[in-house]
T-cell receptor, first 118, second 110 residues
Framework: GAVVSQHPSWVICKSGTSVKIECRSLDFQATTMFWYRQFPKQSLMLMATSNEGSKATYEQGVEKDKFLINHASLTLSTLTVTSAHPEDSSFYIC??????????????FGPGTRLTVL | RKEVEQDPGPFNVPEGATVAFNCTYSNSASQSFFWYRQDCRKEPKLLMSVYSSGNEDGRFTAQLNRASQYISLLIRDSKLSDSATYLCAVNMRGNEKLTFGTGTRLTIIP
């Protein structure tokens, strides 16, 4: 199956700093990637859809100025959590849509980034 | 009503038993359906897509019931390694986004 990587796998930072998370599709091109957040014992919540070469589409309630998304190439999307605060501590997971799968919109997930803001 | 709903469980099932759980969706325009498996503190992994005619992959069988708007997952001869949270996901026609259920936690007991 398709492989998606994320970096870093975990990060601990001080309140007020910014954290950048990278998501890469390793063996396929992805014009669309997705960023999710998952709090403990809760489901994945879609934050935004990242589109190569254009602006990301944010879900309702997600601050676009706080969660900056850049989809610079067909294999790389980045999420920057700006001025992180303890309430931003969560498991951030990206996924990439493998458009080569035909009629089904199969998404493959990266391994996730566990962010802890002190 | 949530777009996608699942019984959170937990389902505690003895090894070797058969277990099934459902996932209901509210939007009749939903087009594609999936089951994902998520282990603790890991990312979801695609278990299987759900086709209109139903599909089987080894011990796993997925069914779609469009009339009643639910999908199901059946696991036969359950193994200890099947313990995980099972997430259903749905997307709408013309929309790339996946909407996930909250997941059903399954524990297989020796």
């Amino acid at each position: 199956g398709a492989v998606v990587s994320q970096h870093p796998s975990w990060v601990i930072c001080k309140s007020g700093t910014s954290v950048k998370i990278e998501c890469r599709s390793l063996d396929f091109q992805a014009t669309t990637m997705f960023w999710y957040r998952q709090f403990p014992k809760q489901s994945l919540m879609l934050m935004a859809t990242s589109n190569e070469g254009s602006k990301a589409t944010y879900e309702q309630g997600v601050e676009k100025d706080k969660f900056l998304i850049n989809h610079a190439s067909l294999t790389l999307s980045t999420l920057t959590v700006t001025s992180a605060h303890p309430e931003d501590s969560s498991f951030y997971i990206c996924s990439a849509r493998d458009e080569g799968t035909g009629w089904t919109d199969t998404q493959y997930f990266g391994p996730g980034t566990r962010l802890t803001v002190l | 009503r949530k777009e996608v709903e699942q019984d959170p469980g937990p389902f505690n099932v003895p090894e070797g038993a058969t277990v099934a759980f459902n996932c209901t969706y509210s939007n009749s325009a939903s087009q594609s359906f999936f089951w994902y498996r998520q282990d603790c503190r890991k990312e979801p992994k695609l278990l299987m897509s759900v086709y209109s005619s139903g599909n089987e992959d080894g011990r796993f069988t997925a069914q779609l019931n469009r009339a009643s708007q639910y999908i199901s997952l059946l696991i036969r001869d359950s193994k200890l390694s099947d313990s995980a949270t099972y997430l259903c996901a749905v997307n709408m026609r013309g929309n790339e986004k996946l909407t996930f259920g909250t997941g059903t936690r399954l524990t297989i007991i020796p």
